[in-house]
């Protein structure tokens, strides 16, 4: 009913610049907060940036500064501008939305696929 698909991802020298998208499709009744978390091999996932419908983000302490999350409401859509990019930031990005699906009450969370960004030292 409901899909998330990113895209986005590659490969980057470090320093460089990535710009994430994640199109939210299906029957949508209310999008809230969307986020982004990444993940390493062996790791936990971790969140990266989040912001609420309304436009408030948050930012995990590695990231601030250097990526902007922003958001599309009219495309169901989040960005994610990822600047001064390090090797630590090497990762496999997941996009994650709060979704409450027509003619459903409930209130569920959905990821997407994830895409990989590669950043070179």
């Known amino acids: 009913q409901v899909q998330l698909v990113e895209s986005g991802g590659g490969l980057v020298q470090a320093g460089g610049s990535l710009r994430l998208s994640c199109v939210a499709s299906g029957s949508i009744s209310t999008l809230n907060a969307m986020s982004w978390y990444r993940q390493i091999p062996g790791k936990q996932r971790e969140l990266v940036a989040s912001i609420t419908s309304g436009g408030s983000t948050n930012y995990a302490d590695s990231v601030k500064g250097r990526f902007t999350i922003s958001r599309d409401n009219g495309k169901n859509t989040v960005y994610l501008q990822m600047n001064s990019l390090k090797p630590e930031d090497t990762a496999v990005y997941y996009c994650?939305?709060?979704?409450?699906?027509?003619?459903?009450?409930?209130?569920?969370?959905?990821w997407g696929q994830g895409t990989q960004v590669t950043v070179s030292s």
């Open positions: 994650n939305a709060e979704i409450r699906v027509v003619l459903n009450v409930l209130l569920n969370v959905y």
